[in-house]
């Protein structure tokens, strides 16, 4: 049996004197390595599948590490780490302790530039390509873009930027029409018409055949034939919009097709001066079942999700994600001036169902959170109840927007934070972590967390209800504990607190998913007989200020918890307010200490930090002894 070319494959090196037909070869076996690792591990799939060719091409026609390739939407990456010395790690991709699932500087030098978070690739490559010209130093500098980045406005910032800058620098629009959810927006149809408008490629490629054939010294020169090029794109490509951007446009051509990928990019490296290249490949290739549905194969859980059930696991409670699709589906039903907004997260937030049930009234703006909250504010000043759904990590990129359009014109947006708090092997660059920090400094704003998916539908109600003020629920990619497809809401009077358990040692204050662990920890206690009381602060701002006058007398030690940062946090809030009343008693605050967490199962990750229900013990113990 013939060694596979795979196995003696290691970094970028091992590739350079493979013929264009191994290179095919390994391809395959990348795909098929690939294939069999993220099935088993869970990952993502689809993405990654189409940019196989790309990925051996770059390799192939450029030094890297030296020169340097930034990718976008990080989880292209997964076969430029097999060939980046990582091949025999991919197992551990995105598992505590082993492979980041995005790029990671700190993980590899091939990992040119950090990347989680889409459309930063261009700004970034801008930024590295201008150092390099500073230090008058010699790389060359690629930026690969793609999965739906380009809907993203900072990529048009550093497009309008680096065009005009004159410096080598090669962006890639690896083109796949889709994002998570398929692309949307006036630049998919502008990508499409171009990619399909038949007569300009046909007559395209007939210009370049024939210059590259005529003899040197002809009066007719391809400089002079380019010209004829910008004449035919004037008629046939509306916009000519990347040149106009200031880039040199090649394309589009077949990102799959090894021989195009080597040959063009051997072609164009050495243009000093920014060069725009199109590829169209297809997500999930190699992959029947992705290639037909890369929604649901954009990423997979170990074994494809496909492992027997037990019949609990059949009948177990929803997650927050499919809670939060069911009420908004309920809501729409019942209230008709509501919409709701997604920025390319369509899957992830649990909006399928509604945007199935009401089209009309769903609207994905793309990659593009900044434009989802401000769009969200425009509906708002006219009386239009905009629900936006977004990642609490995502939602960090449209603070101005928060801040600027809706909290200081007091527009009654809903907010809906998915992923808040720790959500696993996606890493540090998807930790929802810091929005309660960042949230409740904004004059303005509500700011909720439901301890169970019965809490979130009374939330969302009790948002609805009002037209004061902006109103933000927070809730992680977890179990919703506890949800009653039929039940009923309840609205809630805004700052009001829930007491769950009712002590005398120690005053628990929880916030949203650290409710129930925390009422868990109070019951092990017993055993010891501490007597804790429990609350469920369902509202972080404002704060129940009754309820924290009640227990200034009652309890001298006061623990305040939650599954956000803790420098700023909930309990900093809590913290000053007692400060500011005299309190004199000792409070501790738990929650995610101030750094970066790294990628793991969620509850590893929740036991690792202190914020199990045995972490939690161990802590209250401590802090009563102390």
């Not at 940019?51 to 990080?74: M, Q, R």
């Amino acid at each position: 049996m013939a060694k596979k070319l795979l196995d003696k494959i290691n970094y970028p090196a091992d590739i350079k004197k493979l013929s264009i037909d191994d290179l095919k070869k390994l391809a395959k076996e990348i795909r098929k390595y690939t294939i069999s690792t993220v099935e088993k591990t869970g990952g993502h799939l689809a993405s990654t599948l189409g940019a196989v060719e790309l990925t051996i091409a770059l390799h192939y026609v450029y030094n890297t590490p030296k020169d340097k390739l930034i990718w976008d939407v990080g989880h292209q990456g997964y076969a430029h780490k097999i060939l980046t010395g990582r091949k025999d790690k991919l197992d551990t991709i995105r598992q505590f302790g082993g492979l980041a699932g995005f790029l990671a500087p700190s993980e590899s030098e091939y990992d040119a530039f950090g990347a989680g978070h889409a459309s930063t690739s261009i700004s970034a490559a801008f930024g590295i390509a201008s150092a390099r010209d500073h230090k008058k130093e010699d790389y060359k500098v690629v930026a690969i873009i793609g999965d739906g980045a380009m809907t993203g406005g900072l990529a048009f910032e550093g497009l309008l930027n680096a065009g005009s800058s004159r410096k080598q620098l090669l962006v890639i629009l690896n083109d796949n029409s889709m994002s998570i959810s398929p692309n949307v927006g006036a630049m998919r149809s502008y990508l499409t018409k171009v990619v399909t408008d038949p007569l300009y490629n046909r007559v395209r490629d007939e210009i370049w055949r024939t210059t590259g054939s005529l003899p040197t010294g002809k009066s007719i020169t391809r400089r002079i034939l380019r010209k004829v090029e910008e004449s035919l794109k004037t008629l046939m490509v509306p916009g000519l919009l990347f040149d106009e951007f200031g880039f040199r446009y090649f394309g589009p051509i077949d990102g799959n097709d090894m021989n195009t990928m080597v040959n063009t990019l051997e072609n164009i490296k050495d243009i000093n001066t920014p060069v725009f290249l199109h590829i169209v490949t297809k997500k999930g290739k190699g992959m029947h079942l992705a290639e037909s549905d890369p929604v649901s194969f954009h990423g997979v859980a170990p074994n494809n999700g496909k492992e027997k059930k037990t019949a609990k696991e059949k009948v177990e409670v929803p997650s927050f994600q499919n809670a939060f699709g069911e009420v908004v589906c309920e809501i729409g039903r019942n209230r008709d001036d509501t919409v709701c907004i997604t920025a390319a997260m369509k899957e992830g937030t649990g909006l399928a169902p509604y945007s199935t049930e009401f089209p009309e009234r769903f609207y994905d703006v793309g990659i593009a959170e900044g434009h989802a909250v401000t769009f969200a504010a425009g509906m708002a000043i006219q009386k239009v109840r905009p629900i936006v759904a977004i990642y609490s990590t995502f939602l960090q990129r449209a603070y101005d927007h928060i801040i600027h359009d809706v909290a200081l014109q007091n527009l009654p947006v809903i907010f809906c934070l998915d992923r808040a708090g720790l959500v696993g092997e996606d890493g540090a660059t998807h930790h929802g972590a810091l929005d309660i920090a960042y949230s409740r400094c904004i004059p303005n704003l509500v700011v909720s967390a439901p301890k169970d998916g019965n809490e979130l539908r009374n939330l969302m109600y009790t948002a609805l209800d009002q037209i004061k003020n902006p109103f933000m629920i927070r809730y992680p990619r977890s179990s919703s504990f506890d949800f009653n497809k039929n039940g009923q809401a309840d609205l809630i009077p805004i700052g009001n607190w829930e007491k769950v358990a009712t002590g005398k040692d120690v005053a628990i204050l929880a916030v949203g998913s650290m409710v129930k662990p925390s009422l868990e920890a109070a019951i092990d206690l017993t055993k010891d007989k501490i007597l804790c009381e429990v609350i469920n602060c369902r509202f972080i701002k404002p704060m129940d200020e009754e309820y924290l006058k009640s227990i200034i007398k009652k309890f001298d030690k006061i623990i305040t918890i939650e599954e956000g940062i803790i420098n700023g946090g909930f309990g900093s809030g809590v913290s000053g307010w007692l400060t500011d009343n005299n309190y004199s008693g000792n409070i501790k605050r738990i929650g995610i200490p101030n750094e970066f967490i790294t990628h793991g199962n969620r509850d590893i990750l929740l036991k690792e930090i202190g914020l199990d229900k045995l972490g939690i013990v161990k802590k209250i113990k401590e802090f009563l002894n102390s």
